[in-house]
């Protein structure tokens, strides 16, 4: 795995062995990224972090801050490893701990990542937390990653799906807060 754009380009990130971890594969990464709006400044949350790779890619890409959570205290190791190798310590906070301990009140996000293990209703369960804390900024965008054998999670009346795309077996979903507006 390695980052695909911005400042650290082509440099080679660490990733978790074995199959309890399912890394974004580069390309999808690169996709979601050249889909997404400028996140220059953005503050990113990468809920279920895995390597961390998404949130050093948007941190590659101009991001100003991350915070990436992850519950496996391998996955939280090998993201330490990725932190300190791109000398980013210092715009990253990483939580080890379930995404319910990682979702505080009070805090919110221009970009929130999630891309939690299949099958496990997890997403569902983290999308319904972000929105009851208010974790969203206004103008921000969830991107979830789920099995495209997973049933549609489109179901948010305070989200808007903004679109999606498949990717193999990987179906990503872009989403906005709904203010009665379409096409925000």
């Not at 580069?26 to 972090?49: I, M, Q, T």
């Not at 498949?166 to 906005?176: K, L, V």
Request: aromatic letters at 8%.
């Amino acid at each position: 795995m390695r980052i695909i754009g911005g400042s650290l380009k082509g440099r080679k990130l660490h990733s978790p062995d074995g199959q309890a971890t399912r890394p974004t594969l580069d390309k999808v990464r690169g996709a979601v990224f050249n889909s997404l709006y400028d996140v220059s400044e953005a503050s990113v949350l990468d809920l279920f972090g895995g390597s961390g790779a998404m949130a050093i890619e948007a941190l590659s890409r101009g991001a100003a801050s991350a915070v990436i959570a992850d519950f496996s205290p391998k996955a939280c190791d090998i993201i330490k490893k990725n932190v300190m190798n791109f000398g980013l310590s210092q715009r990253v906070e990483i939580r080890c701990c379930d995404f319910r301990q990682a979702l505080r009140p009070g805090e919110s996000y221009d970009l929130i990542l999630l891309d939690p293990p299949y099958c496990k209703n997890l997403l569902l369960e983290s999308m319904d937390l972000i929105i009851k804390l208010g974790a969203l900024k206004e103008r921000g965008m969830i991107v979830a990653e789920t099995s495209s054998s997973e049933p549609e999670i489109c179901d948010f009346p305070a989200l808007d799906v903004i679109k999606t795309k498949t990717y193999g077996t990987a179906q990503i979903w872009f989403y906005r807060v709904n203010y009665g507006i379409k096409n925000i």
